[in-house]
T-cell receptor, first 111, second 116 residues
Framework: GQQVMQIPQYQHVQEGEDFTTYCNSS?????IQWYKQRPGGHPVFLIQ?????EVKKQKRLTFQFGEAKKNSSLHITATQTTDVGTYFC???????????FGTGTRLQVTL | GAVVSQHPSRVICKSGTSVKIECRSL??????MFWYRQFPKQSLMLMAT?????????EQGVEKDKFLINHASLTLSTLTVTSAHPEDSSFYIC????????????FGPGTRLTVL
């Protein structure tokens, strides 16, 4: 079945440092979505990427979809303590709306 | 808009009892709802896909007789964990896809189940 791996599994940064998580698929993707889950919370949709090589920005967050549509990255510039949480990529599999979640990257930010 | 609620948010039950979790789309109609399970520090694992008015489709390895899913209306799906055991303790999260945006899922706040 569909496998979606994320690296790193965990990262601890100091506030102000940058952070990047990478998402890799074993197959070519039609699109990729990114979610953030705060500790004790539920996943919150951040963005969807559809086009090969697409780059989208949301304030300090930059999302990129690989040219081959098999990988994606999320980069946070100058992290803040509010960025703490687990970041998941997710891909559509099977039917149009069925999602397979990546393994996730847990981000810890300290002052 | 696009709010999904779950009830209860937290439940503790004795081993052998059944627990029902409700998932509601509050301001949209959802033809499809999904049920996920998440163990601590792990990713979300899809358990089943629930379509209004038809039987749920279960993922491989998920026992349909243990996790009963009912999707009786376009705004409500229920998951019943029957004869719960401690290994069923987990965070159960539902999501719903609007009729006009089948590729989008809105997530509920989750239900934390603890089986003693």
């Amino acid at each position: 079945g569909q496998q979606v791996m994320q690296i790193p599994q965990y990262q601890h940064v100091q506030e102000g440092e940058d952070f990047t998580t990478y998402c890799n698929s074993s197959t070519t993707l039609s699109n990729i979505q990114w979610y953030k889950q705060r500790p004790g919370g539920h996943p919150v949709f951040l963005i969807q990427l559809v086009k090969s090589g697409e780059v989208k920005k949301q304030k300090r967050l930059t999302f990129q979809f690989g040219e081959a549509k098999k990988n994606s990255s999320l980069h946070i510039t100058a992290t803040q303590t509010t960025d703490v949480g687990t970041y998941f990529c997710a891909v559509n599999t099977g039917t149009a709306s069925k999602l397979t979640f990546g393994t996730g990257t847990r981000l810890q930010v300290t002052l | 808009g696009a709010v999904v609620s779950q009830h209860p948010s937290r439940v503790i039950c004795k081993s052998g009892t059944s627990v029902k979790i409700e998932c509601r789309s509050l301001d949209f109609q959802a033809t499809t709802m999904f049920w996920y399970r998440q163990f601590p520090k792990q990713s979300l694992m899809l358990m089943a896909t629930s379509n209004e008015g038809s039987k749920a489709t279960y993922e491989q390895g998920v026992e349909k007789d243990k996790f009963l899913i009912n999707h009786a209306s376009l705004t409500l799906s229920t998951l019943t964990v029957t004869s719960a055991h401690p290994e069923d303790s987990s965070f159960y999260i539902c999501s719903a896809s609007p009729r006009d945006r089948a590729d989008t899922q809105y997530f509920g706040p989750g239900t934390r189940l603890t089986v003693l």
